[in-house]
């Protein structure tokens, strides 16, 4: 009988340090979260994660890295977690065309359907999930170039015109 809890206990500590183990990185909160860790580039340096899922993490500079649109990542980088979302969002700017537009928030669809979307204040940019696997790896940038992005009050005042181009050729 003490064999049997001694084995118990053993698993116990097992499964105990493998679960914990992965929520000691920020990567294994984001999958416990139904996120998928390539949300964050490789190279942080320490993060902070608290009961409300209120996260902040800390790169040594900033960077980008590439999907299908370039992404640059501040040095701190902060958001609210709940199940397949984050909130809040600050630090994570996507561009578009020419353009860098903050990220404000990210939510990934039912997860059966394979995208995810980013909440860029004026309309939601949607990936395929599988972008997102892993973390990737993220070059550095210098301060001024993190600048460029268009601010909320920015993307309020101003109307981007659509041009269209017609062809009169039959």
């Known amino acids: 009988m003490a064999p049997s809890i001694f084995l118990h206990f053993i698993f116990f500590f097992f499964f105990f340090m493998v679960v914990n183990g992965e929520q000691d990185s920020i ?10 860790m390539g949300l964050l ?16 993490v800390h790169l040594d500079q900033p960077c980008k890295t590439k999907f299908e649109s370039e992404m640059h990542y501040d040095r701190n980088v902060s958001g609210t977690l709940s199940y397949g979302q984050i909130g809040e969002l600050s630090g994570i700017s996507a561009q578009e065309l020419f353009l860098w537009f903050p990220v404000k928030g990210i939510r990934v669809d039912v997860p059966t359907s394979g995208l995810i979307y980013f909440d860029v204040g004026v309309v ?29 009050a920015e993307l ?15």
């Open 124 to 152: 939601f940019k949607q990936f395929p999930l599988s972008l997102f696997e892993s973390p990737r790896d993220c070059l550095a940038v210098q301060e001024s170039e993190s600048g460029d992005s268009i601010g909320d």
């Open 41 to 56: 580039p490789k190279g942080i340096t320490r993060f902070d994660f608290d009961g409300t899922g209120r996260f902040e």
């Open 156 to 170: 309020s005042s101003q109307a981007i015109p659509k041009v269209q181009f017609y062809s009169h050729y039959s």
């Open 27 to 36: 990567y294994g909160i984001l999958k416990a979260h139904g996120l998928p």
